[in-house]
């Protein structure tokens, strides 16, 4: 159980996706600029992070390790998610039009998002069972999102700041993200 | 023999993309979400359906 919470802890706070790997930085910095659009950004990519890596692990241990095609995996995990993001957004426009309004309009920014293809890979190449996959399709996603949260928080904030006219728009932003990457390498000691 | 059951399985993978993106595309959006756009200004991802370039290109065409 404690090492299922370490893996989680460090997914969120020690290698968090974006500020240590800097991965899915283009809704980082293209997503920010409200904090209600980073908590529905965050929401789509929880949901659809978890949906993904679920199916690429059963087709990875149920169909590529039978068949001997493990070389395959890239491509596979690519159209998979591609795919799953088709049928969910089509599944949302059908049966749950309040949620399409509130999520239907960044399902096609996560198909972009490296970090859906990085937790399929990172399941498999860390040999996790089916638990500890579980925990760290959460755990990722849910770092994606409070960084993305706070750093929407900090950009709404700045805005009413006085920057100097060459700081404003990305390149302040990109420097409070260096900031909150070296904060958040403080939390390296504690799992 | 690998390769072919390789072969087979991305092509089927790639039908069942094919198909999601078709009913996708003529699955009617609900009332109301017909305009919706992110709040993104765009990066270097041109794929994307919410980058402005695209826009431009729907009016273009139209």
């Known amino acids: ?191 | 023999m690998n390769i072919l059951y390789g072969m087979l399985f991305i092509i089927a993978l790639g039908s069942v993309y094919v198909l999601g993106y078709y009913f996708n595309h003529k699955t009617p959006k609900p009332k109301g979400c017909e305009n919706m756009t992110a709040a993104c200004e765009g990066c270097h991802v041109t794929s994307c359906d919410n980058n402005p370039q695209n826009e431009y290109k729907e009016k273009e065409n139209v």
């Open chain 1, 1 to 191: 159980m404690m090492e299922l919470f370490a893996l989680a802890l460090s997914a969120v706070l020690i290698n968090n996706v974006v500020l240590s790997k800097f991965l899915g930085l283009c809704p980082f910095l293209g997503v920010s600029k409200s904090s209600k659009n980073a908590i529905g950004m965050g929401l789509a990519v929880i949901f659809v992070i978890f949906g993904a890596s679920l199916i690429t692990y059963a087709l990875y241990h149920l169909v590529l390790v039978p068949a001997e095609i493990e070389y395959m995996q890239l491509i596979t995990f690519i159209l998979v998610i591609a795919t799953f993001v088709q049928f969910i957004e089509m599944f949302i426009k059908k049966y749950s039009p309040a949620l399409y309004k509130s999520l239907g309009i960044y399902l096609p920014l996560i198909t972009t998002n490296c970090v859906v293809l990085y937790v399929a890979q990172d399941n498999i190449t860390q040999n996790y069972d089916l638990i500890e996959t579980i925990v760290n399709s959460i755990a990722v996603p849910a770092g994606f999102m409070l960084v993305l949260y706070l750093f929407s928080c900090l950009r709404e904030r700045l805005d009413s700041a006085d920057t100097p006219k060459a700081w404003k728009g990305n390149p302040i932003a990109l420097v409070v993200a260096a900031l909150m990457a070296l904060a958040f390498s403080a939390f390296a000691g504690i799992v």
